[in-house]
């Protein structure tokens, strides 16, 4: 049985809240976050080498296998979550640099 995540979670932009709603389901389905429909959490392997240093990362995928990743950040007070943009690795570097902030999502 396909579950909710316990959480009315909204995209803010800018630090802005939008009326964009996003729902992640235990099963690893997402809606309302563009295109992609399925996350994925990296615990280990290639994806854990994305970035140049150490960070949570979280991977998105579309319908058309278009996929992405970002790093995030919790902030469990402010009930926010933050997405940094990876810049693609140097070349002969694994990895690369983590960028600004792409988007963060809030609980309401």
Request: glycine letters at 10%; proline letters at 3%.
């Amino acid at each position: 049985m396909t579950r909710l995540l316990q959480a009315l979670i909204f995209i803010c932009k800018n630090g802005k809240p939008t009326l964009q709603k996003v729902i992640f389901t235990t099963d690893g389905h997402v809606t309302g976050l563009e295109n992609y429909l399925t996350y994925e959490l990296c615990y280990a392997g290639d994806c854990a080498n994305w970035t140049l240093t150490a960070a949570n990362i979280i991977g998105f995928k579309g319908s058309n296998e278009n996929s992405i990743g970002y790093a995030f950040k919790k902030d469990g007070k402010n009930k926010r979550l933050a997405m940094y943009n990876i810049a693609p690795p140097l070349k002969d570097e694994e990895g690369g640099a983590i960028l600004g902030l792409a988007f963060d999502l809030r609980q309401e």
